[in-house]
């Protein structure tokens, strides 16, 4: 399934990411929801987009859209990077600077 909802956050284009780095992925996004939570004033949902660029054996890239609509208020952000989790903590934290 392409789509995970998870307490207000809904995850696309995860689909083809390993059991093992979709852990890592969760924990990840957990961790910035919490901050995320602290901050904002009501969150009412966080989108994760997951789009592959250049995926090529062992130099794949990984664009990440995250967007956050936090009391009627949206912010969004987006980062291209060849490590998964390295981008998911950038478009998130750039997100959580936002708010703050």
Same mark, same amino acid.
């Given at each position: 399934?392409?789509?995970?909802?998870?307490?207000?956050?809904?995850?696309?284009?995860?689909?083809?990411?390993?059991?093992?780095?979709?852990?890592?992925?969760?924990?990840?996004?957990?961790?910035?929801?919490?901050?995320? %939570?602290?901050?904002?004033?009501?969150?009412?949902?966080?989108?994760?987009?997951?789009?592959?660029?250049?995926?090529?054996?062992?130099?794949?890239?990984?664009?990440?859209?995250?967007?956050?609509?936090? %009391?009627?208020?949206?912010?969004?952000?987006?980062?291209?990077?060849?490590?998964?989790?390295?981008?998911?903590?950038?478009?998130?934290?750039?997100?959580? %600077?936002?708010?703050?």
């Amino acid at each position: 399934m392409d789509t995970n909802e998870l307490k207000g956050i809904t995850l696309s284009g995860f689909r083809d990411i390993d059991s093992s780095s979709m852990a890592l992925v969760n924990t990840a996004i957990r961790k910035h929801w919490r901050r995320m %939570n602290e901050l904002a004033r009501k969150i009412e949902s966080l989108h994760i987009t997951l789009k592959q660029v250049h995926e090529r054996e062992k130099s794949e890239k990984y664009e990440i859209h995250a967007k956050l609509l936090d %009391n009627g208020k949206v912010y969004n952000s987006k980062v291209t990077e060849h490590n998964l989790l390295i981008a998911i903590d950038e478009v998130l934290n750039k997100i959580i %600077n936002e708010i703050d």
